[in-house]
């Protein structure tokens, strides 16, 4: 088993930045690859960013050149940084971990943590 536990959440500006985390725990952290997920009131839950075991990275359109994502192995945490936030980019972020980069991609990845609400308003 694997738990995650996401933080970093809450409000901010149309333009401004937010850092969320996720700290994992259980099983092995690093043989583990790991995404962030949103889902925006009334609307399914997409894709934001992801990373495999051996740090290959991807990301939506919507988050390229504005989200960065890292890791802190020895922390067992993924850090994603978002900058130039819109109201488009409110909603509850979701981080999920499973074996492949492939499977944390899907929405069917295996562990997920509960949530952290990002609000985007002026």
């Known amino acids: 088993q694997v738990q995650l536990v996401e933080s970093g959440g809450g409000s901010v500006q149309p333009g401004g930045s937010l850092r969320l985390s996720c700290a994992a725990s259980?099983?092995?952290?690093?043989?583990?690859?790991m995404a962030w997920w949103r889902q925006a009131p009334g609307k399914e839950r997409e894709l934001v960013a992801a990373v495999s075991w051996h740090g290959i990275r991807v990301y939506a359109e919507h988050a390229k050149f504005r989200f960065t994502l890292s890791e802190i192995n020895a922390e067992n945490t993924v850090i994603l940084d978002m900058n130039s936030l819109q109201p488009d980019d409110t909603g509850v972020y979701y981080c999920t971990a499973d074996q492949t980069l492939a499977q944390v991609r899907a929405s069917t990845s295996t562990y997920w943590g509960q949530g952290t609400q990002v609000t985007v308003s002026s």
């Open positions: 259980g099983r092995s952290f690093n043989r583990y690859a």
